[in-house]
């Protein structure tokens, strides 16, 4: 039977040092994984990628640094005790737990985000959907708090949680950091950090995990300026790809505002994240979309909600990898009342002094999401090869090094071009084991931008090939133009007009 996609993919994450199931050696859990060489690479470049794009965009945000574990009292206040809670199925027979809503979705193709116990278990019961392992019946839905508790102390006394995302973080740290910032708004908190989430049945290989990182940048702002920013007008043109009402369309910002009554503060903020995928990832424009839910799916405290989904065939379709939450002065003044500390703040203004509770816009994504986006996204078959073709600003491994043979000093001229290209700053590879076919190959495999190579002609002429990985075709380029022909490729400039193609 031919692998499928999710198969052929999980095994190259795997094999090459992407990613694979954490203590494996001892029976690995599902939902826990360990990032290899290649994986932290890229999820580095990511991270920082996101960092300095979504950073610059005020000079009034920062990035903050929490703990994980965080005292009971925190997660009454933000109600995640109370509500962070999945539907939870189990089989009669084999005891295996089902997380009830993917699993309806699964076996219906039905969205049923929101629904309650009773509905979801008359779901079950009309269609006749069994357990998948054993096809034994299944139990009355009921519903399972994924929070992680923690027994902290010499002997256990006190109770703490792990934290099940890391936007808590900004809210608690907004005081100070509005008192250190020197009491501007907007203010932008943003954290890139672990979450922990009490999986019921992590499944969809990579994508739903129980220890996860996530990139969150929460903005903090007047509600008075909801439908106000400084810089709306450089956006106002750009067209929006929004899924609203089970249809798809392009609407340019300005239209969103005044045809769908989006605010402008939100809107700008939608544009940026829809350019830093479309742009500074690369993704294409065609597996792309924001999607309202509507008020049975969001949180009850966001006021607006667009999730930003990719469509991933490893998956089966469209996938949600972050959002866009409007989520008004919820956070903020349930830590106020939890914590008797006054969270309000004051702000001078046009000669009149006014008092509030900042209101917070949140742009949120998961990193490991992202990554097992671009694997799928990326992906590319061909008759001789299989490769990532990431964009040069991702791809975890900037060139590799061969000497075409381990004689005539190829090797010790392939060493020193190497060591001088790392310590340069680049990440490169250097290979002199099998043949430079399947060393090709490899390279390919893992999405190596390029490949230079050491030959006889090299001792002649002080030169190198440098190949270039998606279309294969290769050049000559003497050692002294090395680093300034690889600074072109990386720019995206093709290869026949940094050199002639041989």
């Keep these: 039977m031919d692998k499928t996609k999710l198969e052929k993919v999980m095994d190259i994450a795997t094999k090459r040092g992407f990613f694979y199931p954490s203590a494996e050696i001892y029976g690995s859990k599902s939902g826990f994984w360990t990032y290899g060489s290649l994986g932290t690479k890229i999820k580095h470049k990511w991270e920082n990628l996101w960092r300095n794009y979504f950073l610059s965009l005020n000079s009034n945000f920062y990035e903050i640094d929490d703990v994980n574990i965080l005292p009971k009292k925190v997660f009454e206040s933000s109600g995640h005790l109370k509500n962070f809670n999945d539907p939870l199925t189990e089989c009669e027979k084999c005891h295996f737990r089902f997380k009830a809503d993917q699993l309806i979705e699964d076996e ?56 099940p995302e890391s936007a808590q973080s900004p809210y608690l740290a907004f005081k100070r950091e509005f008192e250190a910032t020197r009491r501007k708004l907007p203010l932008g908190l943003a954290v890139i950090g672990r979450a922990y989430r009490n999986e019921i049945s992590p499944r969809q290989a990579f994508f739903r995990l129980r220890e996860f990182t996530q990139a969150e940048l929460q903005i903090f702002f007047d509600p008075d300026k909801l439908n106000k920013h400084e810089d709306f007008n450089s956006i106002k043109d750009y067209k929006l790809i929004l899924h609203i009402n089970n249809k798809t369309s392009k609407l340019s910002c300005k239209d969103a505002v005044e045809k769908i009554k989006l605010p402008k503060f939100y809107v700008y903020y939608l544009a940026k994240v829809q350019q830093f995928y479309l742009e500074t990832l690369n993704i294409n424009e065609k597996l792309f979309r924001f999607r309202e839910l509507d008020e049975k799916e969001r949180a009850f405290y966001n006021k607006i909600h667009f999730d930003i989904e990719l469509n991933l065939e490893t998956l089966n379709g469209w996938r949600e990898a972050g959002g866009v939450h409007y989520r008004g002065d919820h956070d903020l003044k349930g830590h106020q009342e939890g914590s008797n500390t006054k969270l309000e703040v004051t702000i001078d203004e046009d000669g009149k002094t006014k008092r509030f509770i900042p209101h917070v816009l949140e742009l949120s994504f998961g990193v490991d999401r992202n990554i097992w986006a671009l694997l799928d996204l990326f992906y590319k078959e061909e008759k001789e090869r299989t490769l ?45 084991s099998g043949s430079i076919g399947r060393r090709y190959r490899r390279q390919d495999e893992i999405g190596t931008l390029c490949c230079i190579t050491i030959d006889s002609d090299s001792l002649k002429y002080n030169s190198v090939t440098l190949r270039n990985r998606d279309n294969m075709k290769q050049i000559r380029v003497n050692f002294d133009e090395l680093k300034t022909a690889l600074k072109r490729l990386f720019n995206n400039e093709k290869l026949e007009k940094i050199g002639k193609i041989i």
């Design 108 to 163: 219906l193709k039905l969205n049923v985000a929101g629904l309650k116990e009773d509905a979801l278990t008359k779901l079950i019961r009309d269609n006749k959907i069994k357990c998948t392992n054993c096809k034994g019946n299944l139990m009355d839905v009921r519903f399972f708090n994924m929070m992680f508790d923690v027994k902290v102390g010499a002997v256990g006394e006190d109770i703490m949680y792990l934290r």
């Design 388 to 432: 990532f073709i990431f964009p040069s600003n991702i791809t975890p491994l900037d060139a590799a090094v061969f000497p075409l043979v381990n004689k005539e000093k190829m090797p010790e001229i392939a060493e020193k071009i190497f060591l001088d290209l790392f310590n340069n700053g680049l990440s490169v590879f250097y290979d002199n």
